[in-house]
């Protein structure tokens, strides 16, 4: 019976010395967090584990941790990392707390320039802008357009474009916008040839260095200007009709701009339609369009022959190409995109010196055509349309752009 007492006392005297070591190995544990318990990501950043530690008498305890985490580095929020440790019964958690932000204001930029000069009358082409944000993406269609621009009366007006994302960052651009009061106009020379033996010669008043200088050079060519700045205007022979060849893809261009139909898909049609006059890219952009809507935008502008006859170029005048050029000068004013499309050494017969030249030609069988916008001091439109096609048409060309150009600066 002694023994008995004896055992159980034994058994339960080592209980208790187990129970007593157990509680002073728990209270030995220690298992704490690296680094702070509460870290701010900003978004686009990836997370860095900076991990925990786990020790028992200054021994690593490290794998008996088991680390549970809901972050999702592509989405802004407020997550938890749970640390759970469970060793020899023993079993405790510690948590992170990790908040991912986006501080970062979207991006806006303008289309077309920051500064626009405009004469009173004019109209002003809203161009716009575009948006990226770097949580939310495209913004574009989310840009607040604020403006006092009145272009009744002379004065600098501002257009300013607001872009807020969804984290509420901001941020804003500036267009100003500059009306000028219109200079006096100067007169309209219409140059009306009579024909004699298939040659154009000019009724015109005397002292018509242009007229005079086709009739001697025996040209067969129409020619149009009009000084953008003055509204200055010299025609020879505005209303022959000539095919109008490539010169329709100027229309293309000003329809899917006006009409906000440019995207990534339909930029590189537009390009190449222009700056490098490619056939293809111009049937694809009248499929794009439909050709009833391409013809009755150019007939409303006021070119009557646009598209006219049975395939997708058709006929053409001086007139109709001074309305296409002023709707894109106009244009230009708050697109530089377009306007960079315009400014390419494809045969560019207009170029003169150094200045900035836009153009687009036409070139076909007996006809061959260069109408364009020259930037001088005060930027002019020219046109110039030939039956020159077979026959030394770059130095036709040429020589009436050179001879233009100093009308434009009252060198005749």
């Given at each position: 019976?002694?023994?008995?007492?004896?055992?159980?006392?034994?058994?339960?005297?080592?209980?208790?010395?187990?129970?007593?070591?157990?509680?002073?190995?728990?209270?030995?544990i220690v298992f704490e967090i690296n680094g702070n318990n509460f870290s701010v990501l900003q978004y686009g950043m990836s997370y860095i584990e900076e991990g925990y530690s786990a020790r028992l008498f200054g021994l690593n305890i490290d794998k008996y941790v088991k680390t549970i985490s809901d972050i999702k580095e592509d989405k802004i929020g407020n997550y938890n990392i749970d640390y759970k440790l469970s060793f020899l019964g023993y079993s405790s958690k510690i948590s992170r707390k990790v908040k991912i932000i986006d501080s970062i204001a979207p991006e806006i930029k303008l289309n077309g320039n920051e500064k626009?000069?405009?004469?009173?009358?004019?109209?002003y082409e809203e161009g716009g802008g575009y948006s990226n944000d770097n949580y939310d993406g495209d913004l574009t269609e989310s840009i607040k357009v604020e403006s006092n621009v009145n272009t009744e009366k002379p004065g600098t007006y501002q257009v300013v474009y607001t872009i807020e994302d969804s984290s509420q960052n901001k941020n804003s651009v500036t267009r100003n916008v500059i009306v000028k009061k219109k200079p006096e106009v100067k007169k309209v020379i219409v140059a009306t040839p009579t024909v004699e033996n298939n040659l154009p010669i000019t009724n015109q008043v005397d002292g018509d260095a242009i007229a005079t200088y086709i009739k001697n050079n025996n040209y067969n060519v129409s020619i149009g200007y009009c000084n953008?700045?003055?509204g200055q205007e010299y025609y020879y022979q505005p209303n022959t009709v000539y095919y109008g060849a490539s010169l329709i893809k100027t229309v293309d261009a000003l329809y899917l701009y006006d009409n906000n139909m440019v995207d990534d898909n339909i930029r590189p049609y537009v390009k190449k339609a222009i700056s490098i006059s490619d056939n293809p890219s111009h049937q694809y952009l009248v499929n794009y369009i439909g050709r009833e809507n391409l013809k009755n935008y150019g007939i409303n502008l006021g070119a009557y022959n646009t598209l006219s006859g049975s395939d997708n170029?058709?006929?053409?005048?001086?007139?109709?190409?001074?309305?296409?050029?002023?709707?894109?000068?106009?244009?230009?004013?708050?697109?530089?995109e377009l306007k960079s499309f315009f400014i390419n050494n494809t045969s560019n017969y207009l170029k003169i010196n150094d200045l900035t030249t836009m153009h687009k030609y036409g070139y076909t069988g007996q006809y061959f055509h260069d109408v364009g916008i020259v930037f001088a001091d005060n930027p002019y439109i020219v046109i110039i349309l030939t039956k020159h096609g077979k026959n030394h048409y770059p130095q036709v060309i040429r020589n009436l752009a050179d001879l233009i150009y100093k009308y434009h600066i009252n060198a005749l």
């Open positions: 019976m002694k023994i008995v007492r004896r055992i159980s006392f034994g058994i339960g005297l080592l209980s208790v010395l187990v129970l007593m070591f157990y509680h002073f190995m728990i209270n030995n626009v000069e405009l004469f009173v009358g004019n109209n953008l700045v003055t170029y058709g006929n053409t005048t001086v007139r109709d190409q001074m309305v296409y050029l002023k709707k894109l000068y106009n244009m230009i004013q708050s697109n530089e």
